[in-house]
Structure formats: C-alpha cells, structure tokens
C-alpha cells in the first residue's frame, strides 16, 4: 500500500505549452481519490504521468516513500485499467489475467491461484475459457481489472474504466468499484468527466480545469461548498444554478423584488457591486424560504419522481426542481432559504461566502 505526493508537477508540450500547470497533490494510502474534469483539461495525462507513461515537466511524484520521475512504469507498483480494456483478443480470460503475472516470472501454481481467487471476486469463473469477442462489455471490463488485481500493486489507476458501459451496467459497475476498494484496501485514483461517478465513487474529489487544479474535498463539501463557478456548475445533476446581480442599499434583486441581506452577508460583501449567486436547483422549493419571487417558466422536463422546471431569473435560464405531481405552466412562484445561496465574485469567480 502507498501513498502518492505531487509536488508542483507541471507538463510542457513543445517547452512552451503547459497542459498541466503547477500541480500539488497528495493521495492517501488506502485512498479513493477522483480526478474529475471536462474533456481536454489534463485529468489523463496525471494520470499517465503518475504510472510513468508521460513525462514530466517540472516538480516530482512520489510513491510511498519514493521519487519516482526517473523510474520505469513496470518497477513502479501500479496497475492501469485503460477506457478501451486493453484485453489480448487471441488469449482467453484466464491467460489474460494471468499474463502479467506470467512476465513477472511468478510460478505456474502461484498464478493459478491468484487468477482464480481474482476470478471467484469478480464473478469470471465461468467466464475463464472464453476469447474477449465472447463477452459483454461489462464482463471485458471485470476481465481487465482482474488483470490489475492479480497483481497485487500498491497503487490503482483507472482511466475512466465504466465509459464504454451502458448506463444501468456503469451503475452496477460503479457499486462493485467501491466494494474492490473496499475489500482491496489499496490505493485508488481514478479518472472520469462524469459527475456522478466521481460523487458516489470518491473518498475525495480533486476537480480539474485546464490544467489547473480548482478544489480537492469530499464529495459532500464540493457538492454544497465549491470553491468557484466552475466546481459549482460541473459537480451536480442538474448543475448549480447561477445568478448575476447587483448589490444596492445593502440588497439584491431577483426578477424584480429586492431582498435584504443579512448582516454577516454585508460584511463578506464589502465593497462588492456585483456579485453571481449560486443556488442548487432541489433549493429551490422550499417552502419555509424567506426569499420568495416569480419565475417565468420556459420549458418543463418530466423525470418520473420529479420535474425539473427552466425558468427565467434575472434573463438567465435556471433549472428548479419541483414535485412531479404539479402542474406548472406559465409561471411558477419559488421559495428559498437565504442560507441555501451563494456568492460569487462576479470577476474572478471564486466564492466569496
């Protein structure tokens, strides 16, 4: 079991380029850690970084208590799970498995052993005869973690592993991920843009932009505390809803009426003019909420336990969570508590309170 520090890594692209920027990072041993982004913002190429498959730029990664910028990816401990399996289409599931073990020099019995102790974990022990082409998706996926865990590594990476899996097997997916973890007790890092995987998978969360990393918390803190509109607006189904106005007499205004702020609320906001709110579209119902206003309403959405109504606020479209069994047509009246809403510097994006 290892830890795994980043500090200050950066990557170049032709000496001039920064795709990461300044990276600090630190993984716990025994840790579920979830590397979230957008498409193109750098989440991978840590990744790749990590298991020594790019090189790096600038700074070092360490590996329990190893610098390891200079040591080949085979002697580093790790297992990757790639997002396209990987898996050998002339082998079955059983020399899959076994075939990093085989490139080790370990023993006929001793691979035996551990890929069918591998196979009874992840349900493939009927599978083991079988070439990749006679499985499912979900069943090439379990196949090329069990290639992982037969392995034993001290660290796991995994390249969003569950995004070629239909929706209801990336849910099922999803649970015996955690359960590996748990029973594994290894340490875990795990790429993906998908909010939900990274909300119900993580110990921990690091949300990543352009390179740059904007929050490291648990799913609960980045989900009701994030640290600017970005973390906000990608964390969350639907995401955060955000607001301009202004601030005038020590008051905001929503869709025409004006709201006193709290007195707390005008000390963090000293000085501000404008600021962006940041309210949570299942906040927005409630029916004890001291600021209450109109909302046109654009279009409505029906999700079976829920509807989720667009509305107009301040010429912005938000998203409103409502009951399913109401009727919303023109407009709809909403209801929030001021402690349910955030702030944002309208400049710079980063929350203020």
């Known amino acids: 079991m290892a830890n795994v520090i980043l500090n200050h890594v950066s990557k170049l692209y032709d000496n001039k380029k920064k795709v990461i920027n300044d990276v600090s990072l630190e993984i716990k041993d ?48 790790i297992s990757f799970v790639f ?11 059983y020399d899959n498995m076994a075939f990093p073990l085989k490139m080790r020099g370990f023993k006929k019995d001793a691979i035996d052993k ?15 005869d079988r070439k990749p082409k006679q499985l499912s998706g979900g069943q090439r996926q379990r196949v090329a973690l069990g290639r992982a865990i ?12 569950l995004s070629n899996l239909d929706a209801k097997l990336r849910a099922k997916t999803r649970a015996e991920l955690k359960k590996l973890h748990e029973q594994l007790q290894t340490t875990f890092i795990y790429v ?19 390179g740059v990393i904007q929050q490291v918390d648990t799913p609960d803190v980045i989900y009701n505390s994030p640290a600017n509109v970005f973390v906000g607006g990608f964390l969350g189904s639907p995401p955060m809803n ?99 809403i955030l702030f944002f510097d309208a400049e710079t994006e980063a929350r203020i309170y």
């Open 242 to 340: 955000f607001i301009k106005t202004k601030i005038i007499d020590g008051k905001i205004n929503i869709n025409g009426v004006d709201f006193e702020l709290t007195e707390e609320q005008k000390n963090k906001l000293q000085g501000k003019n404008e600021i962006i709110l940041g309210i949570r579209a299942e906040k927005f119902n409630d029916v004890d909420g001291n600021v209450k206003f109109p909302a046109k309403i654009r279009i409505t959405e029906m999700l079976g336990s829920k509807k989720i109504v667009f509305v107009d606020c301040n010429g912005k479209e938000c998203q409103v969570e409502m009951p399913a069994e109401g009727t919303y047509e023109n407009e709809v009246f909403l209801s929030v508590s001021q402690n349910n």
């Open 192 to 210: 993906t843009h998908d909010q939900t995987e990274a909300l119900t998978l993580g110990d921990r969360i690091a949300v990543i932009d352009k």
């Open 30 to 77: 025994k840790e579920f850690l979830v590397l979230v982004g957008s498409s193109g913002c750098g989440k991978s190429t840590v990744l790749r970084m990590i298991a020594g498959l790019e090189e790096i730029s600038e700074g070092e990664i360490i590996i329990g208590d190893k610098v390891v910028n200079n040591v080949h990816p085979k002697d580093r401990d």
């Open 150 to 161: 037969v392995r034993e590594p001290r660290v796991f990476l995994m390249d969003e592993p």
């Open 114 to 128: 551990k890929v069918r102790e591998a196979a009874e974990f992840l349900d493939l022990k009927e599978l083991l």
């Open 83 to 93: 997002q396209s399996y990987a898996l050998y289409p002339h082998m079955s599931v």
